[in-house]
């Protein structure tokens, strides 16, 4: 009898979860028309950016390399100078068999523009691999079709065309045995296999799917650059002398701070434990609402150019630490934010006014739970 309660509370558990994530999913079918979560009927564009969005085959192109570059940080550096163009985003494997696979999508117009819509943007193919078991599989929708050859550790796909036009040229392109059967996926299928499959890819591949923040504004640089040019030769050349009378009180004051520097380098190792601190939020924030706030918190510390160490929290509670230029105006943002219940500093601000060091601990409301 207890065995049993155990098994219906954690799929009690574990349906709640998937509702929650599905309710967070978004997909654009190749017409533009949105998807929620499951859901088969097209849904109005929504005015915020979604928590995750999935861009059809249509939006790219793909194509797969090799590399035996064990560390991601390190590969991930590798790729971002080797990138051709803006419209090219990478998705790294794990490391197996002595290599990391690496997934290059370059982006077409209409999906260039997608990317701000979302927090977190992740390819059709690569959801649906995560999602299918091994096999052939023919993707219809709408007038939009392409085949999928997944395997154990790797999959292909092939947009239909006069040359491919059906799924014996597929397979014969694609490297698959004849002898596999053909499996047909139409539109009412899409929705739940992609919020499975968003859910089974986990933390790693959202990380790379995540897209910063962009602003339309064209910013006047250079005559901002040359009116600070000016500005900066006229101070430099009245403050010469009073530099010159400083000199040694300045130095007295490098040796002082001399620690604080050798902390600062130290901290910037430890921004590695923000992606840990990411997966362990994602056990966590099982509430749609939760969720949605958890992003817009970071988004706003992504806005004010917040040098992150951590980021912990249960839901109800949640503790950032890092550097900025200013923690005071950071704090009061975080503060206007309408589900932030309250914000408040853990402990003083330390540093001067290029960059302060902070540690501030935010009461979020509780809302009600997606189902």
């Known amino acids: 009898m207890a065995a049993a309660t155990s098994t219906n509370t954690k799929l009690t558990l574990r349906h709640k979860l998937y509702g929650s994530t599905a309710a967070l999913v978004w997909r654009v079918n190749q017409q533009g028309q949105w998807f929620q979560g499951e859901s088969a009927k097209p849904s109005p564009p929504p005015k915020r950016r979604v928590a995750c969005l999935v861009l059809a085959r249509s939006f790219y192109q793909e194509s797969w390399q090799s590399f035996t570059i064990r560390s991601f940080s390190g590969l991930r550096k590798v790729l971002?100078?080797?990138?051709?163009?803006s419209s090219q985003q990478h998705f790294i494997g794990p490391w197996q068999d002595g290599q990391r696979r690496v997934l290059t999508?370059?982006?077409?117009?209409?999906?260039?523009?997608?990317?701000?819509?979302?927090?977190?943007?992740?390819?059709?193919s690569l959801v649906l691999s995560a999602a299918l078991t091994e096999g052939f599989y023919q993707i219809e929708s709408g007038e939009h079709c392409y085949f999928l050859f997944n395997q154990e550790q790797q999959w292909q796909t092939a947009v239909r065309s006069s040359m491919m036009r059906d799924a014996q040229r597929a397979q014969l392109a694609l490297g698959s045995p004849s002898s596999n059967s053909v499996t047909a996926i139409n539109d009412a299928q899409l929705g739940p296999l992609i919020t499975r499959g968003v859910s089974k890819l986990g933390s790693h591949y959202w990380r790379q799917g995540w897209q910063k923040s962009a602003s339309n504004t064209t910013f006047a640089w250079q005559p901002t650059l040359a009116v600070i040019a000016a500005i900066g030769g006229i101070y430099l050349a009245l403050s010469s002398g009073y530099l010159m009378l400083e000199r040694s009180w300045l130095n007295h004051k490098l040796e002082a701070i001399t620690p604080e520097v050798s902390e600062l380098l130290t901290r910037q190792n430890e921004l590695a434990s923000v992606s840990e601190s990411i997966a362990q939020l994602s056990q966590v924030y099982v509430n749609a609402d939760t969720i949605n706030g958890f992003w817009e918190v970071f988004a706003v510390i992504e806005q004010h150019q917040v040098s992150l160490s951590f980021m912990q929290g249960d839901g109800k509670q949640l503790s950032v630490g890092g550097q900025t230029e200013s923690a005071l105006e950071l704090l009061k943002t975080l503060h206007a934010l309408p589900q932030v219940e309250k914000a408040e500093f853990a402990t003083p601000v330390r540093g001067g006014s290029g960059q302060q060091r902070f540690r501030i601990d935010l009461s979020l409301l509780q809302q009600g739970g997606g189902q």
């Not at 971002?80 to 163009?85: D, P, R, S």
Request: proline residues 4%.
């Open 80 to 85: 971002k100078q080797k990138a051709a163009n």
């Open 105 to 124: 999508l370059t982006l077409s117009d209409e999906g260039q523009s997608l990317l701000s819509r979302a927090f977190v943007v992740l390819p059709e």
